[in-house]
């Protein structure tokens, strides 16, 4: 049986952390789709840019409440997402806006 072969030459961290979180972002999203694990249909992952369209706030404040704890958050390498069920929860919870 024949295996399918990858090699990577001067590959640098940062290359393969923008490769790692881009197939973790991509199996989260396929999960969603198939419906393969109930819990993670029902959870929306978004980016930043999502979350301060649905809030309808900027990002300075979405960093900011990220770092007072005001919302919960995901970080995959460089990148940033929110479970938006979880985010609506803490808000509600801490008197925030949603």
Do not use: F
């Not at 072969?5 to 789709?33: C, D």
């Not at 979350?51 to 995959?76: A, F, Q, Y």
């Amino acid at each position: 049986m024949e295996t399918n072969r990858i090699y990577l030459t001067e590959l640098t961290v940062e290359s393969l952390s923008e490769i790692i979180e881009r197939s973790v972002y991509k199996a989260l999203e396929g999960k969603q789709a198939t419906g393969a694990d109930q819990k993670t249909t029902q959870c929306e992952i978004i980016d930043r840019a999502e979350l301060c369209k649905r809030l309808s706030i900027t990002e300075p404040t979405v960093i900011r409440w990220e770092k007072k704890g005001k919302i919960p958050c995901l970080h995959l390498g460089k990148s940033v997402r929110y479970k938006w069920e979880e985010v609506i929860t803490a808000l509600e919870k801490k008197g925030g806006k949603a």
